[in-house]
């Protein structure tokens, strides 16, 4: 068994420290090598930009066009196709046409079970359990497999459009959406290997589309940035300080999008086929990929007109169907989805402290905000106009290639600041937890924090790593853990063990705990074993809320018996002393007191613990001078007789 931790005593040392990296130097970019790529990897689209003369410019593929569809097909007899090529496949093959790869990297079975209903083509279960894998019937394939190769058509479309080989374009600006945990950005790495692609920084979505809103240049302001794509929703509150990008707060659904107003047209109509023919559309997965693109068309015309046609034809299947979709209708199928990403915004502005009045600007980014209700929604929630100027599903990856010019240090001056969704911490002997970076923290984040052995020549201590809101390392969630050996046995409480945190720019966060006195040290980097879900961030973050008051007794109470047993530790340890110096009646005192702690194990409420413990403390008080005395004696003999050496 190992020993357990303390928190040290007294003040902490370092709550938090962050550093602000100098960007542009370290990675100053040397000539022989190409433009760092910035790339908006989307659920629905994927787009490429540089930074080319100062200005960032999307990429454009032979027909003119940015939007890369984020779809790969795998056909039976033939090599993978990507893009326009891959969505053309998904009505006459969607099994093997594997579309929103996004929304599945990283994830595990368990995260998708929602999920799986709606998807035309198969998922199973990877051996080790951890990650969800697309089965394509004679094969399987993972999730950054397929979000692999649309990195690499973008690669291969800015190699075409800059009249460069691939082989020189070799790093890479990814964004991702702020909620991204641990898991899926990791994923999102590996994707980019897969891609030959190098990831300088992952920068969260909307933190980009300020940057291309030139934001930045606008002087100290309040801004929310709204990004609602196909597959995501993101809200980041950023604060303008200068030069300097901060976040405040990101609050965000990794499923909540336009994909979802899609399915509330699809559903819509295919129970009304139903009802008209008595096929079930939904259950052939040829219909049901056909079906989606239709109303995805007819939601998009819903854009700019009051009403449009959803039309299907399958004769196979014997239908022939025609239905006006009026925007009133369309507008009241969305409405509890648009309300859920108001919620989202409420949530962020709690978190920064803020109300809407606060926010100064408001910015539109990602496909899904041309939907006149959503324009209106927000608009209104915040009380003012929003930025819509810019096309919304460019503007992420103009942001990424300006962020990719900052790396390759053609653009000075702007830094750019992303936050932890969770509070991240250690557990302590107290079974509660000791919380070094808190939630919403920006990163990259540092902090240091002191602590202890638990028992007398305690030669190893174990370190668990803990991510959540709750005050007990019981209901947080468990990221890792280590051990750190070769401690020299030492009393309890003298080993003085720093535990330093270091969440890096990606969001991987590295832990490295250092006895002080000995030099030996260990360290982690945490790659948790699949990431959190939103649902289960928001889950955690409403439990914390839940239970804030009993955790705060629950831990009240085990800090108390932690520095109770403390005392009482030290007292028995010296009875001898107090035996032989004290005086009868203090004696008296300090002998009831400290068989009162031994009695108190039981107790769980605060008070009369507290109330034991101060009087223990205050009993011991003649032992403790009666001690120093003693160390006195010791010391001034000692010096005696080391003055008697030296004369
Ligand atoms: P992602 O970043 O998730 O890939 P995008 O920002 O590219 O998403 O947005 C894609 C979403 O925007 C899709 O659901 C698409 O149907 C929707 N979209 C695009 N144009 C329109 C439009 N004119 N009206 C409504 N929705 C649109
Ligand atoms: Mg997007």
Redesign the pocket.
Known sequence: MYGALLKGCGQRPVIKMIELPILGQNFAATITEGPILGI?L????SLVAVLQHGAPRVLLDQDGDP?IP?VVSYPVDGPPVVGKAALARAGFDPTRTIFSSKRLIGRSMEDLRDEMATLPYALVEAEDREMALIDLGDRKITPQEVCGRILRACRDLAAVQLKMAPEMLTRAVITVPAYFDDAQRQATRRAAKLAGLEVLRMVSEPTAAALAYGLDKSGSSRVAVYDL????FDLSILELQGDVFRVLATSGDTHL???D??RAILINCAAEIQQQSGVDVLADPGARAALRLIA?RT??AL??AEEADFVYHDAELGIAYRRTIDWRAFQGWIAPLVQRTLDGCSMALQDAGLTPPDIHEVVLV???T??PLVKAAVSQFFGRPCHDELN??TV?ALGAAIQAGVLGGQVQNALLLDVTPLSLGIATAEGTVSKLILRNATIPAQAKEGFTTFVDGQTAVKFTILQGERELAKDCRELGEFVLRGIPPMPAGLPKIGVRFHLDADGVLHVRAKEERSGVSAEITVKPKHGLTDEEVETMLADAWENAESDLVTRQVADLHGQLGNVRRAVEKHLDIARQHLEAHALERLEDAFEDANQASCLNEPGPLKGILDELETAAHPLAEALMNHVAREAVRDRFVSDLIDE
């Open positions: 908006d989307g659920t629905t689209h939007l984020s794509g196909g597959g995501t999008g336009g994909d107003f899609d995805e939601k998009k854009s700019s990602g496909g899904s041309r939907v919304p599903d992420v």
